[in-house]
């Protein structure tokens, strides 16, 4: 049959189901909070308030229950929760924190906030998660700390990386964004050694519209983070700090009403991960059959989130350019009406040295701080991440298609619009 992309008929002439995770439980608990008429009750200052009003510390209790965590604290977003986190841990201007280059780019920015130096290790090709060889090869006595993503809703190597950590005693940071209730030998990233957290945003798997949430076990780097949220410099003789570095607050503060919409939100979370699970189980038996791209199913010990789906593609497998063959698929579909409904998207993010912030080293005004700070030469040159590079420009794609509300319905035009773009390569090669 003749490919859509060359005016034959398309697989389907049906939209891909859009998603949302709003529904009445929400409006009622938003309802509530407005009723209340208490929209936000912190205070910056030493009270009962400091740690917010009721909504948020019940979302917080709930949520550090539901990922077994002692702490859970509430922040703005999750990008001022990664600062938070770098500023809880101690960063110094001129620290080095080892980051992958394949992620969102607050991974990294964060680092810059505290004037720590970001030093771009690779990832692994199978879990697209930063690699304990890398990190290893990156570390020098100026290295403070490990940012660790779980990209895409799997896992970094946590076994090793503790380990490596360990050794350099080395904090470690996870940006779990992606990745909520995804497990490492039964445990949930986010502060499998010192702190982390998660996004709730609205593209994320729940939401409060934008918002993030920091865990860990540690008292004295959640009493660090509460401070770093609130104006901590108003009050940090009250609390028990061991030192002030980075208690500098600002205003990191989530709301009553997202707070209560998070709560109606988290029950719904189990189920979200249980459906993109089933479907990913269906997909990773329905994918074998499409030559030249790969799916693999995490290992054994892994439980992933599928935020988004990774497909390796080999080109000279497959016998055309990702690009084409992308084009090809997406256009046996309607338009999309946003990007959860794109079948196919190449190449995730650019490897963000190759940014201009960090090509130019500006930062901050036109000072080349805190980049100016290193204490050796460090490269943001092309070629310093060869895994990350290869992904981004030829091996990976990936579906967000993995998702509720689709069904083994959707997967299997997915399939089907693939198989059929690999039987008519002749039309478009
Ligand atoms: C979404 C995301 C962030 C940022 O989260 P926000 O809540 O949008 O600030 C950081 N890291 C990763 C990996 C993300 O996917």
Redesign the pocket.
Known sequence: MKLALNGGPRITEDSIPSRTTMGDEEVAAAEEVIRSGVLSAFIGGPTEQFNGGKYIRAFEEQWAEKFGYKHAITVN??????VTCLGAVGISPGDEVIVPAY??S??ATSILFYGGIPVFADIDPRSFCLSPDSIEQNITEYTKAIMV?H?FGGCADMDQIIKIADKYNLRVIE?G??APLASFNGIPVGAMKDIGGF???Y??HIHTG???VIVTNDDELAQRSRLIRNHGENCVESYEVSNLSNVIGSNYRLTEIQAAIGIAQLRKLPSILRARRELAAYFAKRITTIPGITFFPPPEHITHSY?ITPLLINESELGISRARFIQAVNAEFPAARDYEDVPLVGGYVRPLYLSPIYQQRKALGNSHFPFSLAKREISYAPGICPVTERMYRSELMYTPLIREPLTEEHIDLLIAAMAKVVENYSEIA
């Not at 977003?77 to 990664?82: F, I, K, N, P, V």
């Open positions: 977003s999750w990008t001022t929760g990664l992620t969102m607050a991974s993503v990209l940006d964004a992606q996004s709730l945003n593209h994320k934008e918002g993030g935020y």
